[in-house]
């Protein structure tokens, strides 16, 4: 095997990165009496890992498993805690602010209604001749404005004949 892969196989391994094959390969180069010098801490490492490897029960085995899943469980049930905690404490901005938004229409109900109308005038005489007067000035705005729509309509007319005669 060339020393460049078993430099990168090691680089992962130390990572953590190995695939169990790849560990094999490297502990079959390793624990070969005709190592490179290089790789002699390698060597002791992979030769008391290996001198030193010990079947592990299934029984053990499972009890191991199932630990490292409580602790996965723990972790989680700390999260749901945590949300829940940040849940209670939204539910219970969002009742104050209701609570004091209701209580604010509560009091602007409970507050005398403004009057929208007076009267402007004290005298029912002053106060048909000010609406005779407002009516007149609409007649004669309303009356500007229906001009120029009919002058406008004139010259359609007029646009209109000329396209007529020119399409025939």
């Known amino acids: ?24 390969a490297l502990a079959d180069f390793l624990l070969q009496e005709n190592t490179p010098d290089e790789f002699l801490s390698d060597k002791r490492l992979f030769r008391a890992l290996h001198e030193t490897a010990v079947d592990i029960p299934l029984e053990s085995s499972r009890d191991i498993e199932s630990l490292i899943d409580s602790f996965k469980e723990e972790n989680s049930s700390e999260k749901k805690i945590k949300t829940l905690h940040i849940k209670y404490w939204a539910i ?17 109900s409970q507050q005398a209604d403004p009057v929208f109308f007076t009267d402007t005038y004290n005298n029912p005489d002053d106060a048909y001749r000010a609406t005779m007067d407002a009516l007149q000035l609409f007649s004669e705005n309303f009356s500007k404005g229906t001009e120029s729509v009919e002058k406008a309509n004139a010259q359609l007319e007029k646009a209109q004949e000329i396209i007529n005669k020119s399409t025939k």
Do not use: C, W
């Open 1 to 24: 095997m060339d020393t460049n892969n078993i430099k990168d196989l090691l680089e992962k391994f130390y990572q953590g990165e190995t695939s169990l094959e790849e560990e094999k």
């Open 92 to 108: 219970g901005v969002a009742a104050s602010l209701a609570l004091i938004l209701g209580v604010r229409q509560f009091q602007k």
